[in-house]
């Protein structure tokens, strides 16, 4: 479903902007009038705007908010004795290219590496600070063990984060169907291909009796 | 401390990482029985293998799964028994896929009222709280509107307390307890995602303030 709701200009007020309102009534679900009606006796405050509209009773609480202009599609697999399930959320710029048989091959492709390959991160980013400290302290104790000098120490340290990285970051994880390219590289060669930005956005691996 | 390490340890230990049964109380000797130094000991040594996973429960189940038709939405689910045997009964496969279904429909943001965050609940004590005070009634009254409130909250937000979308006079979690009697074995719900198209980062601050 694309979000092309576009906005009735309204350019009467003096402080509030159409796209003030836009984004209000997107976060909120309230129409037009009362957005503006919001953000006029809020002083354009966004999140004030928010809690009159909650407090007024035109809001619901549990509004959905921020409809952001991606599209994309959810690709599953399961295996087929049902112990294993993997959910994905891969996005490109269009609507024409998220119906792409190429693009949903691509999608799928990448489910099924996430059921073999068990990533636990999307990117390098999203691995706390606190596990990359205590794989850090681990690599340089079996380093030290070794009774290496100390700048070979740091070479072996940064070698072996990165195969941590290989391990557990997906975009990092050489494909699996096709090991000399990373699944990052699978990526930038549909980019190539399909002529616009393609992002993998989150995940879900679920193996019966894993869950932490 | 040594002699303080019990078999039991040793065994969590070796089930864990695999290792031997000498190298595991070694590893727990020299970390004072900490079961997480232990593990980074064995590795630092050289002796277990990184990436050995998590300690696995000894649960059964199946993972039910929905995909709407237009793939703008879907639902991965983990639902648990106690044996085997029951997790590959027809019956259990299909009520995985009804929760799927629900899921799917009814939205919710978690599975049970403590997967809560504290924070969001006083937020929203303090959101109805402003909003019942403005009704001039005595406080005890308001008390009760904003602990009603709280409930529809829930209601609407976690799983198990969501009326079922197939007969609204049940919850989920009242689905869940006569699977329980039909069975004969306990049956978790232990996780699930939703993923619906561009709303990635809309769920993660929804958890955070909203």
Redesign the interface.
Known sequence: MPATASPTPEGGDKRISAEQVKALREATGAGMMDSKRALEATNGDFEKAKDWLRLKGIAKAGAKSTRTAREGIIATYVHHNHQLGVLLEINSESDFVARNEEFKHLAHEIAVHIAAAEPRYLRREDVPQGVLDRERAIFEGQASEQKKPANVIEKIVQGKLNDFYKREVLLDQPFAKDDKRTVDQLLKEAIAKLGENITISRFARFKVGEAS | MTAAIKAQAVKALRDITGTGMMDSKRALEATEGDLERAK?WL????IAR??A??A??????????Y??H?????????L?SESDFV?RTEGF?HL?HEIALHIAAA?PQYVRRDDVPAELIDQ?RV?FH??AT?LNKPSQVVEKIVDGKLNQ?FK??VLLEQPWTKDDKRTVKDVLDEAVSGYGENITL??F?R????????EE??AGN?
């Open positions: 980074d590795r630092q040594k050289g990184a990436g996973k998590a696995r429960v000894a649960r059964e189940g199946t993972v039910g799964v995909v709407h237009d793939k703008q939405l879907g639902v991965l689910v983990e648990n997790a496969q995985a939205s929203k959101d402003r909003q403005l909250f609407r937000e232990t996780r995602a993923f619906r198209i561009g709303q990635s980062r809309v601050s929804d909203s």
